[in-house]
């Protein structure tokens, strides 16, 4: 069961971390991602991250601006998002994929999401 914490209501211009937890569950082996979905508009990725390797992908809208990183003694997956935008404003959700999968894959396990709301 993934839970995604830390959305809010913010201001323009300000940064917000998202984190995203697991209990009883291991990353190592899978793909972690970060989705939004804002209102009357298709989910879409936003960033992930190969657990074992470290290495990271972005969305281009997000690119420089967001940064997705995992605490592996944590077994936690953070997004730290800055400068954000009313753009932004979207519920997110953390996902995981199956064991092995590409980035690019489906991703088969979802969090419930967290509401961030940026206000101009």
């Known amino acids: 069961q993934l839970q995604a914490s830390g959305g809010g209501l913010v201001q323009a211009g300000v940064s917000l971390r998202l984190s995203c937890s697991a209990s009883g569950s291991a990353f190592t082996g899978y793909v972690m991602a970060w989705f939004r979905q804002a209102p009357g508009k298709e989910r879409e990725f936003v960033a992930a991250i190969i657990w074992s390797a470290g290495k990271t992908y972005y969305a281009d809208s997000v690119k420089g601006r967001f940064t997705i990183s995992r605490d592996n003694a944590k077994n936690a997956l953070y997004l730290q998002m800055n400068s954000l935008s009313p753009e932004d404003t979207a519920v997110y959700y953390c996902?995981?994929?199956?064991?092995?999968?590409?980035?690019?894959?489906?991703?088969?396990?979802w969090g419930q999401g967290t509401q961030v709301t940026v206000s101009s």
């Open positions: 996902a995981k994929s199956g064991y092995g999968a590409s980035w690019l894959g489906a991703y088969d396990s």
